[in-house]
C-alpha cells in the first residue's frame, strides 16, 4: 500500500484552493523532501516538518511537469503515515503574493478529502501511501510569484507535516524561443 490520504489530504487542501485561488494548483511541482530546497525552473519549496511529524513525505511529482496554466494538472504524492490520522486533522494555509497575504485559512483535511473525491478517506492508518489527484489550473493564473505555507495537525494539534512552496509564474519569453 502506498502513501494515499495524509498526502491526498494535504494536496486536496492545495488543489481545492485552485478554483478560488489560481496560484495554488500550480504552486506544487515534482518534489523530493528532505529539508533543503529544491528547484526545478520556476519553483521551489522546503519540507519544514520534523522527522517526529505523522506524516513523512516522499516525493510529490507533477505532471505536465512544468505545470501548464489553463490545463490539467496530475500531480503525485507519496508518503509515509506514522500515526492514525482522524476527523479533526487540519491545515493551516497561508497564500501570500510576494509581501501580500492572499489566503489565511483553516481547512479540514478529512472534509476536503471528501468534497474532492479522494481515494483514501480518514480515518487513515499507519503505512505508506501513494495518492493521485487531478485539478485544472485555471487560465486565470497571474504572472506573479507565490509562497504557500501549509502546517497540517493532528485532532490532537500535534505535528502531522509542514512544507513551503514557491512559485514563480512570471512569464519568460525568451526561454521558449
Not at 485552485?18 to 511541482?29: K, M, R, T
Not at 528547484?39 to 516538518?49: A, I, L, P
Not at 490539467?72 to 493551516?92: H, K
Amino acid at each position: 500500500m502506498f502513501f494515499r490520504l495524509p498526502v491526498a489530504l494535504l494536496t486536496a487542501t492545495l488543489t481545492a484552493q485552485a478554483a478560488l485561488l489560481p496560484p495554488i494548483g500550480g504552486l506544487i511541482d515534482q518534489v523530493r523532501l528532505g529539508g533543503e530546497p529544491h528547484t526545478t525552473n520556476s519553483w521551489s519549496y522546503t519540507d519544514c516538518g520534523l522527522p517526529t511529524d505523522g506524516v513523512q513525505i516522499e516525493s510529490i511529482k507533477l505532471s505536465p511537469d512544468p505545470p501548464q496554466i489553463g490545463k490539467d494538472l496530475t500531480i503525485t504524492a507519496r508518503g509515509v503515515v506514522t500515526e492514525r490520522i482522524e476527523e479533526g486533522a487540519y491545515a493551516d494555509v497561508i497564500v501570500k503574493l510576494g509581501l501580500v497575504k492572499l489566503l489565511h485559512k483553516r481547512f479540514d483535511l478529512c472534509e476536503e478529502a471528501r468534497k474532492n473525491n479522494v481515494t483514501v478517506q480518514c480515518p487513515v492508518e499507519p503505512g505508506e501511501y501513494e495518492v493521485v489527484h487531478t485539478v485544472q489550473l485555471p487560465r486565470e493564473t497571474p504572472r506573479a510569484k507565490f509562497t504557500v505555507n501549509v502546517n497540517a495537525f493532528t485532532s490532537d494539534e500535534e505535528d502531522l507535516a509542514c512544507l513551503v512552496l514557491k512559485a514563480d509564474f512570471i512569464g519568460r519569453p525568451w526561454l521558449s524561443l
